[in-house]
């Protein structure tokens, strides 16, 4: 009898409400030019294996690695508003795991490992992309694009969460008490509203809805 696979649908290809997350490392690529290559594979490893556990224990899916970024999705199997919180606490989880990692790695580090992460929400066509080997769950459309956009902005405003708007009045009251702040981001022509957040480990966020 032939094995018959359960496939989710949206694996087929499926317009959705999502959100998405961006995290980037700040400054890596100029650290690791000083460094061994077994040493710099070392390193992303052991960073991406504590950022990966903190998404996927929160909910998430690590869509993809990009160089030393990470792309995830929430709000796969659960409502936009749950998928929300998922992402805030993912957040919070990547900061207190890279501030345990700066620590365990003090000795090999000449400063600590920062970090950058974009969240925002919106629709996205949801699939299996690729080819061959390389197919794979994926996210595309504008949401993504800002999401990505919103994560680049974390250096500018020196924070290491950066949340849209959008996804604070998904979660209410816990982001009451940071500003929404309206900057020009390139590749768009209206502003984009933003909520800066210095350290994701700070924030306070309710454990369910």
Do not use: W
């Amino acid at each position: 009898m032939q094995e018959v696979r359960h496939v989710v649908d949206y694996h087929q290809g499926r317009e959705m409400e999502i959100v998405l997350m961006f995290a980037d490392l700040r400054g890596f690529t100029t650290a690791s030019e000083y460094r061994l290559p077994y040493d710099t594979v070392f390193l992303l490893n052991r960073y991406f294996a504590e950022m990966s556990t903190a998404i996927t224990a929160s909910g998430g899916f690590v869509d993809k690695f990009i160089g030393d970024g990470i792309m995830a999705l929430f709000a796969l199997e659960e409502d936009i508003v749950r998928g929300a919180m998922s992402a805030l606490r993912a957040a919070r989880d990547m900061s207190a795991r890279l501030d345990a990692l700066n620590r365990e790695l003090a000795h090999d580090l000449t400063e600590p490992l920062k970090i950058g992460i974009g969240i925002h929400c919106g629709g996205a066509i949801v699939g299996d992309m690729g080819h061959g080997r390389a197919r794979a769950l994926t996210a595309i459309g504008d949401t993504v694009n800002t999401a990505s956009r919103i994560e680049g902005l974390s250096k500018r405003f020196d924070s290491e969460l950066m949340v849209s708007a959008e996804l604070a009045k998904l979660v209410g009251a816990s982001l009451a008490e940071f500003k929404t702040i309206e900057v020009d981001v390139r590749g768009r022509q209206d502003k984009i509203a933003v909520l800066a957040i210095p350290r994701a480990r700070d924030l306070a966020i309710i454990d369910a809805l």
